[in-house]
C-alpha cells in the first residue's frame, strides 16, 4: 500500500452539510445498549414515495415481496427521452440491477430520499431497470437476515410471469447485476455468493459492483488510523455498527464482515461473477475494501479496482462530485464489457 497521503480534502459546503447531518443523526440515534431510536432518526432520513408519472425521466414502483418482513423493492424505470420513440422504447431491453442501499445495516431505506435519487440517477444514465431492495434492518434483525431478504427478492423477481405485469416487457433478466453501496457492497457479494450455488429459471447475473463495501475486522488496519478524521465513517461508529449487525456473540472477524477472514467460507470453486470494486482514497475503510478485492484474485475470480485518490465515503451520492461522474461511466464500461455475448 502507498505510504502517500491523500491531498487535503476539500468539499462542497452542500456536501459538508450533508455529511454532518447525517454523522449527526446516526450518533444521536444510536444508543448505548445497541438499539436505535427509530423515532429520532425518521426526522433525518426523509421518504420519496414512489412515482407513476416520469420524475427525471423515470417511473417508479414498490412491489412486495413478503409483507410480514416487510421486505419489498423500489422499481426504477427509465422512459423514453425526447430523442425516443414511444412505440419503439418497449423493445429496446434493458439489463436489471439488483440493487442494496447503504446505512451500515442499521440505517435507511431504498425509499430514502438520497436512494430514490441515486437509483434514478442509475435508471436514467445507464438506461437500466433498477430493483432496490428494502431489506430488514439491525439491531432489530441481525446477520444472516439482511442477506436472506436480498436472495428473496431475486428468487421472487425469478418466478415473475410476464402476464403479472410487475416487470417491464423490456427487462433483460439475462443481463442481471448485483450492485450494492457500503453495506449494501457487502450484503451484494454474500447475496452473489449464495445466487452463484442456485439454480435460476430466468435470472442469469453477468457482474457484481461493490461500491465503497462495508468490510472489517478485528485487525486495525492503516487506513482506519491514518484517516481517523475522515467523515461518515469513525471506527467507535463502525464497532458499534458490527457489533448491532452480527450474531450475538460474534467479533468483526465473523465471515460477515471479514469476508476472506480467519473464518472466511472458501469460494475457489464458486462460479463468482465478475467484481468490480470502487473504493475512496478518504474512505478509512480502503484498506478492507482493498483486502477483498485481493482476495478475489486470490481465489481465481475476474476482480476489477478502481480508486479514486480524493473520494470520501458516499462520493457517489453526490453528482456536484467529479468522481461521481467518473464512477458512472467506469459502471457504464463493466456493464457493457460483461454483457457482451
Known amino acids: ?190 447475496v452473489a455468493h449464495k445466487a452463484s450455488e442456485y439454480n435460476f429459471r430466468n435470472i442469469d447475473i453477468r457482474g457484481v459492483i461493490l461500491i465503497q463495501p462495508f468490510i472489517g475486522g478485528e485487525e486495525r488496519v492503516e487506513s482506519e488510523t491514518k484517516l481517523a478524521g475522515a467523515p461518515f465513517v469513525t471506527v467507535e461508529r463502525t464497532d458499534w455498527m458490527w457489533k448491532a449487525y452480527l450474531p450475538e456473540g460474534s467479533n468483526r472477524d465473523h465471515q460477515a464482515s471479514n469476508v476472506f477472514g480467519p473464518n472466511a467460507v472458501d469460494i475457489s470453486e464458486v462460479k463468482f461473477p465478475a467484481t468490480m470494486v470502487f473504493v475512496g482514497g478518504y474512505d478509512p475503510l480502503i484498506d478492507w475494501q482493498k483486502k477483498y478485492y485481493e482476495g478475489l484474485k486470490r481465489h481465481g475470480k475476474e476482480a476489477y479496482l478502481v480508486e479514486y485518490p480524493n473520494a470520501v465515503h458516499s462520493f457517489y451520492i453526490f453528482p456536484q462530485l467529479p468522481e461521481s461522474s467518473l464512477f458512472i461511466e467506469e459502471l457504464r464500461d463493466f456493464m457493457r464489457k460483461q454483457s457482451t455475448p
Open 1 to 190: 500500500m502507498s505510504e502517500t497521503k491523500p491531498k487535503p480534502l476539500e468539499l462542497p459546503w452542500t456536501v459538508r452539510i450533508f455529511i454532518s447531518a447525517l454523522s449527526f443523526a446516526t450518533d444521536v440515534s444510536r444508543r448505548s445498549d445497541g438499539s436505535v431510536n427509530r423515532f429520532i432518526m425518521s426526522f433525518f432520513d426523509s421518504k420519496s414515495s414512489p412515482s407513476s408519472k416520469p420524475v427525471k425521466g423515470v417511473k417508479t414502483s414498490d412491489i412486495v415481496v413478503d409483507d410480514a418482513r416487510n421486505l419489498w423493492f423500489r422499481l426504477f424505470v427509465p422512459t423514453p427521452s425526447a430523442s425516443t420513440s414511444t412505440s419503439t422504447v418497449g423493445d429496446i431491453s434493458m439489463p436489471v440491477i439488483f440493487y442494496f442501499h447503504g446505512g451500515a445495516f442499521v440505517f435507511l431505506g431504498a425509499n430514502s430520499k438520497p436512494y430514490d435519487d441515486f437509483c434514478r440517477r442509475l435508471a436514467r444514465e445507464l438506461q437500466a431497470i433498477i430493483i432496490s431492495v428494502n431489506y430488514r434492518l439491525a439491531p432489530e434483525t441481525r446477520y444472516p437476515g439482511q442477506m436472506e431478504d436480498g436472495f428473496d427478492a431475486l428468487k421472487f423477481v425469478d418466478e415473475i410471469k410476464s402476464s403479472d405485469g410487475l416487470l417491464p416487457p423490456n427487462a433483460d433478466l439475462k443481463q442481471c447485476f448485483i450492485a450494492g453501496d457500503s453495506a449494501g457492497g457487502n450484503l451484494a457479494h454474500h
